[in-house]
């Protein structure tokens, strides 16, 4: 089984500053891990994944996360927030080669001028 | 590529009615997946279809239903609406490439049940 926990349900922050969501996960097997944003009325989108290669992991709009299977964690970061990132963030587990996802309740993001 | 499209993206029925949803996955997927998202329970899988059979099924009542067609295109239906089946419907399609389980959502059909 596999679950996320995501730490913080809202995070304000300014624009030009840096922005940190927290996610932490737990599977029973060697997990592929998700960033995916929704902004209001739309679909989801995918930031960037995780399936066993590199534990740093760069994507879309300057976002980037660090999988660190000792502290079962996958944070995201981007170092500078812009208006356009006020949106909801779900951290999604899921086993490698599972079409299952299992999501987080959501961080919602806003960005304060 | 077209994305994944959902049809229609807004629906009002009353309780006891029935409703189907139609997605169309990207061109060349196989797998599609259906996810119900409410302001209580969050993003809860419903079920994936590869190929016209079901592989995985989530924990719903045997009133949500679905298939694949050969074209790949899916249905989801609900029977005997409930007001709780009010959400947000999203599909997601997955081809078998390098990232196998990496899924493509589109807009979502919003579901509001009276």
């Known amino acids: 089984a596999q679950s996320v926990t995501q730490l913080d349900s809202h995070v304000s922050v300014s624009e030009g500053t840096p922005v940190l969501l927290r996610c932490n996960y737990s599977?029973?097997?060697?997990?592929?891990l998700f960033w995916y944003v929704q902004h209001p009325n739309k679909g989801l989108q995918l930031l960037l994944k995780?399936?066993?290669?590199?534990?740093l992991v760069k994507g879309i709009n300057g976002f980037e996360a660090e999988f660190k299977k000792s502290e079962t964690s996958f944070h995201l970061t981007k170092p500078s927030a812009h208006m356009s990132d006020a949106a909801e963030y779900f951290c999604?587990?899921?086993?490698?080669?599972?079409?299952?996802?299992?999501f987080g309740a959501g961080t919602t993001v806003t960005v304060r001028a | 590529k077209a994305g994944v499209t959902q049809t229609p993206r807004y629906l009002i029925k009353t309780r006891g009615q029935q409703v189907t949803l139609s997605c169309s996955p990207i061109s060349g997927h196989r797998s599609v997946s259906w996810y119900q998202q409410t302001p209580g329970q969050g993003l809860q899988f419903l079920f994936e279809?590869?190929?016209?059979?079901?592989?995985n099924k989530g924990n719903f009542p045997g009133r949500f239903s679905g298939r694949q067609f050969s074209n790949s295109r899916s249905e989801m239906n609900v029977s005997t609406l409930e007001l709780g089946d009010s959400a947000l419907y999203l599909c997601?399609?997955?081809?078998?490439?390098?990232?196998?389980?990496?899924?493509?959502f589109g807009p979502g059909t919003r579901l509001t049940v009276l």
């Open positions: 997601a399609s997955s081809s078998m490439g390098t990232s196998v389980n990496e899924q493509f």
């Open positions: 599977s029973s097997y060697s997990p592929s």
């Open positions: 279809y590869f190929s016209e059979t079901q592989r």
């Open positions: 999604v587990v899921s086993p490698l080669n599972d079409y299952k996802l299992s």
């Open positions: 995780y399936t066993s290669a590199a534990t």
